[in-house]
């Protein structure tokens, strides 16, 4: 069986003490609120940079349609006015006064359609370029949510970095000069038991895994000597005696 100073096996328990906190550190590390809050925020922003993508792509199919209707409207607007001035010019003979008023009054409808179609697409690029607008400052004020969101994170990362900095050299200093044979059959232990290898004997329980030692196995282990390593039969932990 493996023996160490007494004081080295208490000092082990200052050891566990270290590795457990760095342990929830890095578990704190991994799962900080904060991660999800960028992650959401991320999303965010992306689902609105897809609608600002798709509200541009309207609008601007949009105005080329009301810049093609604005173009026929304006066709035949001036188709009208050439022969309004032909008529207007007295060169033409009655017979061709007749056929260009007769088209004069075609242009008029043609137009006065035209015109109805150019107002709906301005009406409609109206409704578009306001629902664009909107989506744009969802999508600024998204983007600033989650630029908020990665600064949190990098402030709490960087916080608890400088935790397990100081974790990690206080854990060197404690552990320095400890008995070797101890601290290796320490780390096989801690490795097997989630994180925990060592644990007070206080009374008849074992703090690591919070069993009551039976009479028989109580009396071999306080018959043993203190510099003597003993462990639980239950969960294989080592124990540590003579802690108040």
């Keep these: ?29 991994a799962t900080h609120p904060a991660r999800a809050a960028v992650d959401v925020a991320a999303a965010r922003a992306v689902e609105l940079d897809e609608l600002v993508v798709e509200a541009r792509t309207l609008v601007g199919d949009t105005r080329r349609e009301l810049a093609k209707a604005e173009a026929d409207v304006e066709q035949v607007r001036s188709r009208a006015q050439r022969d309004q001035a032909r ?101 096989r232990v801690r490795a097997k038991s989630g994180g925990l290898g060592v644990a007070v004997l206080r009374g008849h329980r074992c703090e690591g895994c919070r069993l009551e030692l039976n009479s028989s196995e109580l009396s071999q282990i306080l018959a043993t000597p203190a510099d003597q390593v003993v462990r639980c039969d239950e969960c294989g932990r080592i124990l540590v005696r003579g802690v108040s």
């Design 1 to 29: 069986m493996t023996s160490a100073p007494v004081a080295d096996q208490h000092r082990l328990l200052e050891v566990q003490a270290l590795d457990t906190r760095g342990a929830q550190i890095a578990h704190q590390r």
């Design 87 to 187: 008529v207007d010019s007295g060169a033409v003979s009655v017979k061709d006064v007749q056929a260009i008023s007769s088209e004069l009054e075609s242009l008029a409808r043609r137009q006065a359609h035209l015109e109805d179609v150019e107002l709906e697409v301005m009406e409609r690029l109206e409704v578009q370029e306001a629902a664009l607008a909107e989506v744009e400052t969802e999508h600024a004020a998204a983007a600033a949510v989650h630029a908020d969101a990665v600064a949190e994170l990098a402030r709490v990362l960087a916080d608890l970095d400088a935790q397990t900095a100081q974790v990690v050299a206080d854990r060197a200093q404690r552990a320095e000069g400890l008995d070797a044979d101890l601290v290796a059959l320490y780390d």
